[in-house]
């Protein structure tokens, strides 16, 4: 079993450590907005899971991925518990990259890999699209 541990250090802020001992500051509170709150955090889990999902299978698929960037845009429910209902994540790719290649490693990280979304999955509705970008910068 993993487990986490979480301290309170005042007002709404929290030390959260996770099982491999790395620890972040948390602020439940929006109007002091000091740190990431619980729920922001778990958007950013979808977009670092999909994402890490992505890199490996596009290595294995010999892509050169050259820049990834997801990003995550979410809704709530209007009342307790305020759960996300509506997710969409857009990925943006650069490098020497064959379309069916990206839209594969996504369909894989969407419905078979990524962790997180299949937990959101239970309350959310959950939509892709990629853009592949060319040139540099």
Same mark, same amino acid.
């Given at each position: 079993?993993?487990?986490?541990?979480?301290?309170?250090?005042?007002?709404?802020?929290?030390?959260?450590?996770?099982?491999?001992?790395?620890?972040?500051?948390?602020?439940?509170?929006?109007?002091?907005?000091?740190?990431?709150?619980?729920?922001?955090?778990?958007?950013?889990?979808?977009?670092?899971?999909?994402?890490?999902?992505? $890199?490996?299978? =596009?290595? @294995? !698929?010999?892509? %050169?991925?050259?820049?990834?960037?997801? &990003?995550?845009? +979410?809704?709530?429910?209007?009342?307790?518990?305020?759960?996300?209902?509506?997710?969409?994540?857009?990925?943006?790719?650069?490098?020497?990259?064959?379309?069916?290649?990206?839209?594969?490693?996504?369909?894989?990280?969407?419905?078979?890999?990524?962790? $997180?979304?299949? =937990?959101? @999955? !239970?309350?959310? %509705?959950?939509?892709?699209?990629?853009? &592949?970008?060319? +040139?540099?910068?």
């Amino acid at each position: 079993m993993q487990t986490s541990s979480v301290k309170w250090i005042g007002e709404q802020k929290f030390v959260a450590a996770g099982p491999s001992g790395h620890a972040i500051v948390v602020d439940s509170d929006r109007e002091t907005n000091s740190a990431p709150g619980p729920m922001e955090l778990v958007l950013m889990a979808l977009g670092a899971c999909t994402a890490t999902d992505v $890199v490996i299978v =596009m290595k @294995k !698929k010999r892509q %050169k991925l050259e820049m990834l960037e997801v &990003i995550c845009s +979410g809704e709530r429910a209007a009342e307790p518990p305020t759960v996300w209902t509506k997710l969409e994540i857009l990925y943006r790719l650069r490098g020497e990259l064959d379309e069916a290649a990206v839209k594969h490693a996504i369909e894989l990280s969407e419905e078979k890999y990524c962790s $997180v979304a299949a =937990m959101l @999955k !239970k309350t959310a %509705k959950i939509s892709w699209r990629y853009e &592949i970008l060319r +040139g540099g910068a």
